[in-house]
């Protein structure tokens, strides 16, 4: 499965009909705390009073999730994933719930209706889920909430463990800090004979809370040619449509430019570890 025509259509729906799902899951915890499935005419009462969460994140985080799901199950690979979005909690959870570990700490969050609207329900309430990922979170190592340090921890935990891959999903608006700015230079400390990889994805939505960001402002050129010179090689993935047709070709785009990273970096470390340079 090495080309943009490799995902069939069973594939391709079931990946879709999943990020959907973890899409509604989002944004139901940001916003709802009663009538979770619109089941009535939506109320004024059926709001949450206060919205934490940043919606704009949500489908991004889901799309990798989804994609990183389909490299791991096809692929075997142990994996890491470092989010670092802000308020990019709804997501995370979603998928948590969705693929059953959730349910596994609390028991009450199995999967069905009931387990669906503790869920949203718990979201940004006292004694839930905070709008940033936090030490009951399964799987959680690091306490979010301060912006900027996603892809060196994702470095950290890839040093002297050759069999790690560590995704590493960037926000835009993250991006701007000092302490990314600085991380992208680490891919040039990492040894691909003894050490993991780091497979850093930028979710480029465009917007932080007050303006465009930085990445926004740049063409898809642009950012070619600064990540070249970091030393990446680049794929862009666009998912801006709605339609059955638009989403099926960015899921094959994703899934091609997945498949392509992940193949380069088996062969870099193939080489590397029989004693060749690259």
């Given at each position: 499965m090495n080309n943009i025509d490799s995902l069939h259509d069973d594939e391709f729906r079931a990946l879709d009909m999943y990020w959907r799902a973890a899409n509604y899951l989002g944004v139901a915890q940001i916003y709802l705390r009663d009538n979770c499935f619109?089941?009535?005419?939506?109320?004024?009462?059926?709001?949450?009073?206060?919205?934490?969460?940043?919606?704009?994140?949500?489908?991004?985080?889901?799309?990798?999730?989804?994609?990183?799901?389909?490299?791991?199950?096809?692929?075997?690979?142990?994996?890491?994933?470092?989010?670092?979005?802000?308020?990019?909690?709804?997501?995370?959870?979603?998928?948590?719930?969705?693929?059953?570990?959730?349910?596994?700490f609390y028991p009450e969050l199995s999967h069905g209706k009931a387990g669906a609207e503790r869920l949203i329900r718990m979201f940004s309430t006292p004694g839930g889920f905070p709008s940033h990922l936090n030490p009951g979170t399964p799987g959680c190592i690091h306490e979010g909430g301060e912006l900027g340090y996603a892809l060196a921890t994702a470095f950290g935990a890839a040093f002297d463990n050759p069999d790690l891959l560590a995704p590493c999903i960037v926000g835009d608006g993250e991006a701007e800090t000092g302490p990314t700015a600085t991380a992208w230079h680490c891919a040039k400390y990492l040894n691909p004979a003894k050490d993991g990889a780091v497979l850093p994805i930028l979710h480029l939505n465009h917007y932080k809370i007050s303006s465009v960001t930085i990445f926004g402002a740049m063409t898809n050129e642009e950012l070619q040619d600064l990540f070249r010179g970091y030393g990446y090689a680049v794929g862009i993935v666009e998912a801006w449509g709605d339609t059955v047709d638009e989403r099926a070709e960015a899921h094959r785009r994703m899934a091609a430019e997945l498949d392509k990273a992940y193949g380069a970096i088996g062969l870099i470390q193939e080489a590397m570890r029989r004693g060749q340079i690259i």
């Open positions: 619109l089941t009535d005419r939506l109320r004024p009462e059926h709001i949450k009073p206060r919205l934490l969460g940043h919606w704009g994140t949500v489908p991004g985080i889901n799309f990798v999730y989804t994609h990183l799901n389909r490299l791991i199950r096809h692929k075997r690979q142990i994996s890491l994933l470092v989010t670092g979005p802000g308020h990019g909690a709804p997501a995370n959870l979603a998928n948590l719930y969705l693929e059953g570990t959730l349910a596994e």
